[in-house]
């Protein structure tokens, strides 16, 4: 068996391990976060669970930690109080960035973890199956049921030799991009082997998976191994390592070798993770303003080796420099090693352990300016700056980039070496809250949570006019935008619904309110990117009936389904070109034509031809769209 079969065979409470087909998984831990948190805690209240019945469910408060108004703190505090009352951890605003975190600390080889957060495939570096999900799925979960998923084909990506002078693992996640596309993961679970993987380090490991969200993936593992029991060893967890690997004979759906050796520093150019070149290649941009950090690179190594770089040196003068390490664990070593100095004398500004710039929290870039990140994500207007362009590469290249104010190759400067592992993390729990000891805590729910939306049963027929014609990799960012100014929001889905769509077309939610609803109308990978379940339930508030697109991202399609909005596939591409927005669409019997097969007829009224849309589902699934999702078919099972 290949690792990915290991483990999910061990979880397996429904269904077969053939790709393609749903099945159904066990969830040893999950995680939230504060941005998606306040939806999944009060879904998960919804659902009558007095205790979390997972072996560990931790909340983070990591995204927004600017609290720019009460509406942000409310959020804080509900999800504290919340998260308490119902055994689940509290890690408070300061601990950290929760991948980073979590790998540091809760991580364990061989287990599930789901998150309300799509890179919560990082910690499939230290060999746990972590999934991204949409806030009711992880709700789910901590009552208890298991993750519905479709069981995903398994790549082995073998990697070889080893990486040469300033190259690293961000140029390795890069190189997959380049090759494989912001959809080429759908699907799919990447699972490294190799000589190479020996040579990368946890949080190198962690990097890859990490970043293993833009391939659309289901998610990215590594084995575990010598250098992932020198990791657990030294942040005091030894007793959690256990060997895994793939079977000697393990069996793949696909491979694909990446020589690491013959690696080069890359760069995603804008406006995607994929648009991948190497530096060289990109020449030596003006580049005005630089960001370390993120769930990608802020481990301990990687802050290390931007000091190492920084070090006697001087940021650019026209260049802003902003450091965020990813987690207070991080910062306290930089602060006691004397790092931290050798970068604040370099001209660094240091920012909070959290998501910051990387989620628009903040440092959005001036007009037209050039960002470099070493970032996960640099699609259109995610920075808070639409004219902003925005490249995503290594630490070392980000480092040398800041000090030389011009897009600077790495591979052409000193080597640098850095302690890669140190014999003992300066661990420090004390942000981290243990529900045991707060047993008597009650809910505190300020005046910013809001109740949401819960649909209702699928009508016969199905009918509205097309709202909006959009074109192929459409985000969760372009659908719900996030941004310092939205982000104290995310609990209150009327505010949030005046910019549903907006960067696309900023009258679409006028236009969505006006139609009382109608259809979503899209290209390939619709909904890429972020779990949020915001780019579901803001749309569902809207009226939105159904999506159809050429072709949907995992984790939005099943936030789509979880709340009772129809996610349509074109059978033939061709009926994209033919329909245009303003079109008024019909489905007759919709429920009949659902319940009977994959496949479903829309007729274009006004156009005067119908077209076929595949709804290939189990039959679980179209239970759940005809009742109006997830929420909406428990109440009726409970009969409320
Ligand atoms: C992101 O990187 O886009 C986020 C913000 O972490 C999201 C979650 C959210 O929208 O709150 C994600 O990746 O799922
Ligand atoms: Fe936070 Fe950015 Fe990571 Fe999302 S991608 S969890 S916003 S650091």
New binding site residues.
Partial sequence: MNLTEKILSAHLVGGRLVAGEEIAIKIDQTLT?D??GTMAYLQFESLGCDKVKTMRSVAYID?NTLQSGFENADDHEYIRTVALKHGVYVSKPGNGICHQVHLERFAVPGLTLLG????TPTCGGMGMFAL?AGGLDVAVAMSGGALHLTMPKVVKIELKGRLVKNTAAKDIILEVLRRLSVKGGVGKVMEYTGEGVKTLTVPERATITNMG?ELGATTSIFPCDEMTREFLKAQGREKDYRPLAADGDAVYDEEIIVDLSALRPLAACPHSPDAVKPVSEIGKIKVHQVCIGS?TNSSYSDMMKVAAILKGRKVHPETSLTISPGSRQVLAMLSRNGALADMLDAGARVLECA?GP??GMGQSPKTNAVSVRTF??NFYA?SGTASASVYLVSPETAAYTAIYGVLTDPSQMPEISIEQMPKRFAVNDNLILRPDDFENTEVERGPNIKPFPVNTAMKNDVEGSVLIKCEDNIT??HI?P?NAKL?PY?SNIPYLSDYCLAPVDPDFSERAKKNGGGFIVAGANYGQ????E?AALVPLYLGIKGVIAKSFAR?HKDNLINNGILPLVFENESDYEKIGSGDRLKITDARRQIESGDTVIVENVGGGYKFKCVLALSERLKKTLLSGGVLAANAAENGK
Avoid: K
Wanted: aromatic content about 0%.
């Fill in positions: 976060q941005s998606t995204h309300s957060d799509s890179h991204g969200a769930c998501c990387c989620i996960n994500r995610r969760t960012d719900m996030s982000l995310r990117g972020s779990s949020r915001h984790i």
